[in-house]
């Protein structure tokens, strides 16, 4: 790490100074940033060489301030060197705290971390929602364990980040976690802004972010076409658990909410809208962004179904809704079962919602954004990218029929 280093030795006379000896101050420039620091000398302006930055003359008390000032100068590349060498980052303020002998307050990493996951957590509900915190939790773990796996520390300073350490860190969490593409960059998205608020308070002098890029790949969401719902709708299972797990996914295709946000419904939520009708009135956990759903007749079916539901009695809310790994893996059975070739998980429902329900059926795109919860309508229209793509594949069917001959028109050929 290269920084240039420059400095003056020069009087500063204070304030309504008239005469007598001035105090000498060492001015310190690192690329272009200052920092300047009192010797603890003084010297009459009439006996200072200013160009040299020396006291003028033979006397043993001019060579003794000079031998001193000779010393802080040795000193000052001492220091400068050595931070060379084990590569910290170099800043006048902290060749001046060297040289003065007081040592900058060293901040860390995880610390900066944890003190912004705490601040989260004290505004929860209020400002951020319960996913944001979980979110930040994961990624300030991965960053411990990252500072484990490659620096054997469980901290570390964090004027030792810079480029390096950050595609350092992407790789740790490619191919050690196994993250994929789109994991990775979310958890150097959440780092950067730790990096962000170290920059905003001066404890970094360079983004280490600056010459950085990563980029999330559009990843092709799964969704149940009208038919796969048909299937799944009408099969009657031979457990009722599997069938009340099949009614609350179900549940979810026709309002487009996601799991944490079913299950926390209660009465208080179903409110009559201003068309007279039932509508949902929530919060999305995830974003506590404000979803507002027409209750279909068929979500409606549902509700009434479980409505002495013991679960629901003791917990007062509207659906008996089991553990997220318990309702993904009875997901998986029905699927094998429904002949559904699809990995078949809770989410997949909200997609449904949006595709098959909503968009398919011609309900306009701002709309269906409205009763997702979507902050912006650049979310909601990854949806219609997907029955776009949808459209073109089924339309490749087509001319591949065509172009075999086996699509008939239904003319029939009459002689000339």
Not at 27 to 37: D, I, K, P, Y
Not at 94 to 123: C, M, P, W, Y
Not at 314 to 321: D, I, S
Request: with cysteine; net charge positive.
């Amino acid at each position: 790490m290269q920084s240039n280093l420059s400095f003056l030795f020069y009087l500063k006379k204070p304030k309504g100074y008239v005469s007598g000896p001035a105090p000498i101050y060492l001015r310190l420039t690192v690329s272009g940033q200052r920092a300047e620091m009192s010797t603890g000398k003084e010297c009459l302006p009439e006996r200072w060489n200013s160009v040299a930055g020396l006291a003028k003359g033979n006397t043993e008390e001019v060579k003794s301030l000079n031998a001193y000032l000779s010393i802080l100068q040795g000193k000052l590349h001492q220091y400068h060197n050595q931070l060379l060498a084990t590569g910290e980052t170099i800043t006048a303020e902290t060749l001046k705290n060297k040289v003065s002998g007081k040592s900058e307050r060293a901040r860390s990493l995880v610390k900066i971390f944890q003190d912004h996951n705490n601040q989260i957590e004290t505004l929860l509900n209020d400002e951020f929602a319960p996913g944001t915190l979980e979110r930040y939790k994961t990624s300030l773990k991965h960053t411990v364990n990252f500072l484990k796996w490659k620096f054997r520390v469980s901290d570390i300073d964090i004027r030792r980040i810079d480029h390096a350490f950050i595609t350092e860190y992407e790789f740790y969490l490619r191919s050690v976690r196994k993250c994929n593409n789109n994991t990775a960059v979310k958890y150097i998205k959440n780092f950067g802004k730790i990096i962000r608020i170290c920059i905003a308070n001066g404890w970094l002098d360079k983004n280490p972010f600056s010459n950085y890029k990563s980029k999330v790949k559009e990843v092709e969401r799964a969704f149940l076409v009208e038919e796969e719902m048909q299937v799944l709708a009408s099969k009657e299972f031979v457990t009722e658990r599997l069938n009340q797990v099949k009614d609350i996914f179900l549940f979810s295709c026709f309002t487009g909410l996601a799991y944490i946000d079913v299950k926390k419904l209660t009465k208080n939520n179903i409110t009559i809208g201003i068309d007279g009708e039932k509508w949902i009135y929530t919060n999305r956990q995830k974003t506590d962004t404000r979803s507002n759903i027409p209750l279909l007749p068929m979500a409606e079916e549902i509700i009434a179904k479980y409505k002495e539901h013991p679960q629901c009695l003791n917990e007062g809310k509207l659906l008996p809704v089991l553990s997220n790994q318990k309702m993904n893996a009875y997901l998986k059975e029905m699927a094998d079962v429904c002949g559904i070739n699809k990995e078949l998980t809770f989410h997949i429902a909200r997609h449904t919602f949006a595709t098959t329900v909503t968009l398919t059926n011609g309900v306009p795109i701002e709309s269906v954004s409205k009763m997702l919860g979507h902050k912006n309508l650049r979310t909601t229209q990854h949806y219609a990218k997907i029955l776009d793509r949808k459209v073109s594949d089924d339309m490749k069917m087509l001319r591949s029929k065509l172009s075999t001959g086996s699509f008939s028109t239904g003319e029939k050929k009459t002689g000339s």
